[in-house]
């Protein structure tokens, strides 16, 4: 396998990961010098999920009629200039404008940038390939908070974002130099009402939730949002059934292998994209660590994602995408609840130990999730199932988010008063219940549902044979 693609890629998504939770721990620092509350500076972090959802539906037709290494690289160029852009913001309108121009880079670079390792890739080693894209996904968000409250506190705000500048520019120089040339391919004018109902649709669901999980306008604001996102929805639905080339080409779906992929990743994200949100505050109300404390302990789960990366290949050869979906969903989900066990009694090396266990499993899930997506998905087609892949996985981590947010307002309004260590443990309990339940959608694959790209069931000529090649 050709490593130096997904190392390339990998480079540009990690920035894109970690930037869009590096400024997390930076919330009052940044507020109090362009003068605004911690509160309302929010609706900066919710303005790059927006700007996410929006972009992220058009990015397969721009990759198709521009060239995926083209809007590749265009797209790293439009996240620096917003980090430089954020950097120099004064005043809220400009930051949240700012993170807007981000969002758009960022809503092109991940799925467009695993577009060109999806094409550039033979399927018999595109979990091997997953495997190091699934990496910058995992890490970013764990190393974001730490990362961010160590440069705020030691620097300067500004660097959270001055930073990707030298990142990017080699993000660009490599992909200029290793990824390889696409074909610009014949493409149908672009579906602008189905662009528009997908946007309003995506954003609106995407902006509500974040809203009423997390308030930084009047929850009303945030409900009505949400109607607004699923009416859309439901009206995007009724034009792709009559326009013969939608924007999103929903038909995939039909596709048992795509479907549980997209529907049976997504329900575990709802579980595991509360994880992020949930063990850092928990960490700090209930345990009283700093954020900087609090981001050293969650980065543990950063390094067993990494390691997962020495085994992934081997397992699915071995084992094939149903059995270990299956399993590694419930192991996993049996990982996010044991964060519900924790005390400040538990010895830190049994938390560390745990956070380890739990990174690496769920870095090997989501690996075969994106390989599975492909699976059985033609060449011609990759453009069309990347951006239904990606828009559901934003969707499901936005709706952990406020699933686990509300648990926690729901909490304080029984028992009438703040936060306490208890509260965190039932969100605990009941996010791993719903990651759990993505299992029943994989048992529903056949056994050798994905053998072309996990190998199994292949003769042991062809398994040694591929072995070597990787």
């Known amino acids: 396998m ?5 190392l390339v890629l990998a480079v540009a998504l990690f920035m894109e990961n970690m930037d869009s939770t590096v400024i997390a721990t930076s919330l009052p620092a940044i507020a109090a ?58 005043s809220l309108g400009s930051f949240v404008i700012s993170r807007l121009l981000q969002g758009m880079g960022g809503a092109m670079m991940t799925p467009v940038g695993r577009l060109v390792l999806v094409r550039s890739t033979p399927k018999n080693e595109l979990v091997a390939a997953m495997s190091w894209l699934t990496i910058p996904a995992l890490v970013g968000p764990l190393v974001g908070p730490p990362v961010g ?24 120089w490599l992909a200029t130099r290793y990824l390889p040339e696409t074909e610009r391919l014949v493409t149908p004018r672009l579906d602008l ?13 995407v902006f509500g939730l974040s809203v009423v999980s997390m308030p930084a306008l009047p929850p009303i604001v945030g409900v009505v949002t949400l109607i607004t996102g699923v009416v859309a929805g439901l009206l995007y639905l009724l034009h792709a ?37 949930l063990l850092p505050l928990m960490l700090q109300i209930g345990f009283g660590l700093t954020p900087f404390q609090s981001g050293l302990i969650t980065f543990v789960s950063a390094i067993g ?17 149903r059995r270990v979906l299956v ?48 699976a059985d998905i033609s060449a011609e087609d990759t453009s069309k199932a990347t951006p239904i892949a990606a828009v559901g996985q934003q969707l499901s981590i936005a709706l952990g988010v406020a699933v686990a947010g509300g648990i926690l307002e729901v909490a304080t309004t029984v028992h009438g008063g703040p936060l306490t260590l208890a509260d ?12 759990a339940l993505a299992s029943l959608s994989f048992l529903r694959l056949s056994p050798d549902a994905g053998s072309a790209v996990s190998g199994h069931g292949a003769r042991p000529a062809k398994v040694l044979e591929s072995e070597a090649s990787s």
């Open 193 to 205: 009402i189905g662009f528009v109902l997908v946007g309003i649709g995506a954003s609106g669901v």
């Open 305 to 321: 994602a990494i390691g997962m990366k020495l085994v992934t290949t081997r397992v699915f050869r071995m084992a094939g995408f």
């Open 33 to 90: 010098d362009i003068n605004t509350s911690p509160i309302a500076l929010k609706l900066a972090l919710t303005a790059y999920l927006v700007a996410l959802a929006i972009f992220i539906p058009v990015s397969g037709w721009m990759a198709d009629r521009f060239g995926a290494k083209t809007v590749f690289r265009a797209a790293i160029v439009v996240f620096m200039t917003g980090s430089v852009a954020c950097a120099m913001s004064n």
């Open 149 to 172: 409250g160590f440069i705020t506190t030691y620097f300067s705000w500004h660097w959270i974002f001055l930073i990707n500048i030298p990142i990017g520019f080699i993000g660009i």
């Open 424 to 435: 965190f443990h039932t969100a605990f309990f009941i996010v791993a219940a719903i990651s």
């Open 327 to 374: 399993f590694g969903s419930l192991i996993s989900a049996a990982s996010v609840a044991v964060n519900g066990l924790f005390t400040p009694q538990t010895p830190y090396l049994v938390i560390l130990t745990i956070l380890l266990v739990g990174g690496f499993l769920r870095s090997m899930f989501f690996t075969g999730v994106n390989a599975l997506t492909y």
């Open 241 to 277: 059934r009559r326009r013969p080339n939608p924007l999103l080409a929903l038909d995939l779906l039909k596709n048992q292998t795509f479907r549980t992929s997209v529907f049976g990743g997504g329900l575990f994200r709802i579980g595991i994209g509360a994880v992020p949100f």
């Open 2 to 6: 050709n490593r130096i693609i997904p």
